[in-house]
């Protein structure tokens, strides 16, 4: 039973680096048994927008939906589309659409990439974010009235369910129960949202005693975003609502290095749709076409969603290689000071999955 994944490489370099985290998977195919069946869709790109008017076909959800997995590069090429329409109808859809209620983004530093964080050595910050991706403070809930005069007024709500944050809360546990730290801190703002926050940290109370082995604290958002950059060491499953979670899950790979390696997870957990994995940079359209583009991102999406297919071992070996490679100066790509060119960099991580 082959894992079905639904490959959309997308725009500029999703194009370039897309191959290389296939790349990487035919590896993992070889070396841990698994076997991956590659559907490859040309949608969700704006050169398809140029052609057919939209950015997706109609029944966009039947050919893709019925995948385990959707492997995704970068979408986005404003000098033909403007941004708004391409991220509108393909990434948004497909989040909406898909329930991908989690965003999952790693923390980790690797070696051989540039923090801007004094005196920390890989193995000092090794976090996950878990951002809450499908309600809260992104509601469409709210109006204007009186617009343009001086009794303008603007509202616009958060909405929290009972259902949507102890399903969020509920991820983020499980993932701190699986860790070796086990320890789950709670992004709040109890002291100055007075309604949508307690509320927050009281179904973190009650989801609490459900996993009595992990340990957990909450703090502020605002002096959570210091304790980020001072001691990022503190932490090991950090979960938060949608506004606070973009927040820290920007400034989160931001501490430890370069955009072209950070990777994302949008994730439906219970599979009753597939979840997407993608590199958090875009398209790059100024170094497009010159396979110069750092594939790492790429490649360490690929193994998020192994994680999420239930391979952990052939995750953790990606992840692996990956540090393996990115230590050795000779495969860095030129965002890392190296000279390496994008295949070569994902050529090694598969060499390195391979013999690892
Ligand atoms: P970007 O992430 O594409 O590029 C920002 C800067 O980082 C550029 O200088 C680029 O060369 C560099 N960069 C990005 N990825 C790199 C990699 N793998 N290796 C080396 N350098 C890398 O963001 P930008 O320029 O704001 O957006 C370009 C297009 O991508 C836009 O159309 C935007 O809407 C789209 N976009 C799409 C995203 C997605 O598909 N999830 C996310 C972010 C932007
Ligand atoms: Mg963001």
Redesign the pocket.
């Known amino acids: 039973n082959a894992h079905r994944i639904a490959v959309i490489p997308?725009?500029?370099?999703?194009k370039e680096?897309v191959p290389e985290g296939l790349r990487v998977l035919d590896a993992v195919g070889q070396r841990f048994g698994c076997a991956f069946h590659f559907d490859t869709f040309d949608f969700a790109s704006c050169d398809y927008y140029l052609e057919h008017g939209q950015m997706m076909p109609d029944d966009w959800k039947a050919q893709i939906g019925g995948h385990d997995a959707i492997f995704?590069g970068?979408?986005?090429?404003?000098e033909t589309v403007p941004?708004h329409v391409?991220?509108w109808g393909s990434?948004i859809q497909f989040r909406r659409e898909f329930d991908q209620y989690v965003n999952l983004r790693p923390v980790r530093l690797m070696p051989g990439v540039p923090t801007p964080l004094a005196n920390r050595a890989p193995g000092d910050i090794d976090f996950y974010v878990v951002r809450e991706n499908t309600e809260g403070e992104y509601s469409s809930i709210g109006g204007r009235i009186f617009p343009g005069t001086d009794r303008e007024v603007v509202v616009q709500e958060t909405v929290m369910t009972r259902i949507g944050v102890d399903r969020v809360l509920r991820y983020a546990f499980d993932l701190a129960q699986r860790r070796e730290k086990k320890h789950l801190t709670s992004a709040t703002k109890s002291n100055g949202i007075s309604i949508t926050m307690p509320y927050w940290d009281e179904r973190v109370e009650a989801m609490a005693p459900h996993y009595p082995d992990v340990r957990w604290d909450k703090y502020h958002i605002d002096i959570l975003t210091a304790h980020f950059v001072q001691h990022p060491d503190w932490f090991d499953v950090v979960v938060a609502s949608n506004l606070f979670g973009d927040i820290l899950s920007d400034l989160g790979p931001a501490c430890t290095g370069?955009?072209?390696i950070a990777p994302a997870g949008n994730i439906n957990p219970e599979r009753h749709f597939p979840s997407l994995f993608?590199?958090?940079?875009?398209?790059?359209?100024?170094?497009a076409g010159k396979f110069?583009?750092?594939?790492v991102?790429q490649i360490w999406s690929a193994a998020l969603m192994l994680d999420h297919l239930g391979e952990r071992e052939a995750g953790a070996a990606v992840v692996r290689a990956i540090e393996e490679v990115l230590a050795r100066s000779e495969y860095r790509?030129?965002?890392l000071g190296g000279t390496a060119g994008t295949t070569e960099c994902g050529e090694a991580i598969a060499d390195a999955v391979l013999s690892g």
């Not at 970068?74 to 404003?78: K, R, S």
């Open positions: 997308g725009d500029g370099i999703g680096v995704f970068a979408v986005g090429w404003p941004d391409s991220l990434l370069t955009i072209g993608e590199p958090v940079h875009g398209s790059a359209p100024d170094i110069i583009a750092n594939p991102g790509t030129r965002d």
